[in-house]
């Protein structure tokens, strides 16, 4: 079982930066991916970043995000970091964090309990 915990939403001012952490804790199996995503109110769940343990990243295709976002990890710690700056009120949303891996038997798909981000304008 792996079981994720995450920190650092809040209310912030439009221009002002946030910091997300994830810590997963269980049984953690040395490749995966973890990430973050984000659900606004009436819409669905949308991709933000990925990282995986080897520190590849994919961030969202669209503009809305890039140059902005920040997806880290600290593998030690089992810990991905999401890096918010110059942010927007459209960033207002719950931030989810996942975690996948594979086994023999398929995948392990994981999310955390959400964490909201409201940015006021």
């Known amino acids: 079982q792996v079981q994720l915990v995450e920190s650092g939403g809040g209310l912030v001012q439009a221009g002002g930066s946030l910091r997300l952490s994830c810590a997963a804790s269980g049984i953690i199996a040395s490749i995966n991916t973890m990430g973050w995503y984000r659900q606004a109110p009436g819409k669905q769940r949308d991709l933000v970043a990925t990282i995986t343990s080897g520190g590849s990243t994919n961030y969202a295709d669209s503009d809305s995000v890039k140059g902005r976002f920040t997806i880290s990890r600290d593998n030690a710690k089992n810990t991905v970091y999401l890096q918010m700056n110059t942010l927007k009120p459209e960033d207002t949303a719950v931030y989810y964090c996942?975690?996948?891996?594979?086994?023999?038997?398929?995948?392990?798909?994981?999310w955390g309990q959400g964490t909201q981000v409201t940015v006021s304008s």
């Open positions: 996942n975690y996948k891996s594979r086994f023999a038997y398929g995948t392990r798909d994981v």
